[in-house]
């Protein structure tokens, strides 16, 4: 583990599970990298899973948008709900959102199942070093449409590139890494905070 909030949780003992969306499909993306350190320097409250299936699913069309659902939209569906929160980090492309990513978003939206993305914590870790204003702008709208609760504090840019990868697919920056295990012990501090609010005991 490599930075990080420790001994936040001692009174709840389930790890909060969080889902790691990228929005890249190369295989060396800055995004899916920092989202592997955030899994792999997690603190041991936080189960931290890395989604793989963005490059599987089918374009949206309502239409098909129907009991049986794609293998690979059902997938989808149900790791967002199995989950208590989730982190997106995606590049920006032609000054939006990629296209692949805006896909996954969209056939998130369609499910009114319990535990959808709806009112679902949801933050963004930001590799970019440009900033890709526009991409975050397009994804705070579109989490704000699909009425997601976005942890501001959660919510980090962490400039990354292809040289601050290393063999193992992770951030070689001890700064870096860091950041991102402190932004996703910042999330797990909020589903805390929220459980005791609601006074849900746990589990």
């Not at 320097?41 to 599987?56: R, S, V």
């Not at 059902?74 to 709900?81: G, N």
């Amino acid at each position: 583990m490599t930075g990080g909030i420790t001994g936040v949780r001692s009174d709840m003992p389930t790890p909060w599970r969080v889902l790691l969306i990228s929005g890249s499909l190369r295989d060396n993306s800055t995004n899916t990298a920092v989202l592997r350190t955030a899994q792999a320097d997690a603190e041991p409250w936080i189960d931290a899973t890395l989604y793989h299936g963005l490059g599987t699913l089918p374009h949206f069309n309502p239409d098909d948008d129907i009991e049986p659902l794609a293998p690979a939209i059902e997938q989808l569906r149900s790791s967002i709900r199995a989950a208590d929160a989730l982190v997106f980090s995606t590049p920006e492309y032609a000054g939006a959102l990629p296209g692949s990513f805006k896909n996954l978003l969209d056939w998130t939206i369609g499910d009114d199942q319990p535990g959808s993305i709806y009112e679902k914590p949801v933050a963004w870790i930001n590799t970019s070093p440009r900033g890709a204003e526009h991409a975050y702008q397009s994804l705070a709208l579109v989490l704000g449409y699909a009425k997601a609760v976005v942890v501001v504090p959660a919510c980090v840019h962490v400039p990354v590139t292809a040289t601050d990868i290393d063999e193992h697919g992770l951030i070689v920056d001890r700064d870096a890494r860091g950041r991102v295990a402190r932004a996703l012990a910042q999330l797990g501090e909020h589903l805390d905070a929220t459980r005791r609010a609601t006074n849900v005991p746990g589990s």
